[in-house]
């Protein structure tokens, strides 16, 4: 069942001379409990079509549909319940709020959304993380492994549609990397997570369902590697 549908995606920067083309007419759909890797180099449009998918920068022009819904034909307070309900975003720099412990860290995104915390998922996330033990502990008394798993946590608290992950494992040692991704593939299968990863790393995009290839805002290569459970 297709969850995600992109068409004719374009995305510019500027004007005259000065004008970027991000995107150049992109189109592809994600299938529902897909794992999907984007791959290319630095400067080919990959974070800017994750920010676009996850409703967080608009297109120049074309659509994004995630669960038949036209995204960007909603105003801003629309996206932002979107964004909050619809998408988990995982960050290379983890972008945890310095002040709050784990739990509330994850829990964050339900508390803004008025929703009330589903105590049986918080506590099956936490020991599928491994951070049982470190509960009440605030970023900085945990590792770069550690933190990143909190915003794994973070993304999956509401049980979004779809999961996007921009460079995950960038910011991580290959030990570390390696088991970040261990765990976004765990969550692509025990949960059926769709899950969508910006990477640079072969080796991570090697263990996805299907590459795409991106380059100069174009989409260079479509390959599935393997099918979905």
Avoid: C, W
């Avoid at 000065?18 to 150049?24: E, N, R, S």
């Avoid at 629309?78 to 619809?86: D, H, W």
């Avoid at 709020?97 to 008025?114: A, K, W, Y």
């Amino acid at each position: 069942m297709e969850i995600l549908r992109i068409e004719n995606l374009t995305k510019t920067y500027g004007e005259g001379s000065t004008q970027v083309k991000a995107l150049d007419n992109v189109s592809f759909s994600v299938e529902k409990g897909e794992f999907l890797a984007i791959i290319g180099p630095s400067g080919s449009g990959k974070s800017t079509l994750l920010h676009i998918i996850g409703g967080v920068d608009r297109p120049t022009s074309g659509k994004v549909f995630m669960n038949g819904q036209d995204v960007y034909a909603q105003d801003e307070e629309q996206l932002a319940v979107f964004r909050r309900r619809q998408v988990g975003l995982i960050y290379q720099f983890y972008n945890l709020i310095p002040v709050l412990n784990v739990v509330e860290n994850m829990t964050l995104p339900v508390l803004m959304d008025g929703s009330i915390v589903n105590e049986d998922r918080l506590e099956e996330l936490l020991q599928t993380l491994g951070l049982t033990g470190r509960r009440n502990n605030l970023p900085n008394q945990l590792s770069g492994g550690q933190q990143q798993r909190v915003s794994i946590g973070r993304a999956l608290m509401n049980a979004p549609a779809v999961v996007l992950a921009d460079e995950p494992t960038g910011n991580l040692d290959s030990k570390n990397s390696q088991e970040i991704v261990e765990l976004l593939r765990m969550s692509n299968e025990r949960y059926g997570q769709t899950l969508i990863i910006i990477t640079h790393d072969e080796n991570i995009a090697l263990q996805a369902h299907r590459i795409i290839a991106i380059e100069d805002g174009r989409i260079v290569r479509d390959e599935r590697i393997r099918g979905t459970k």
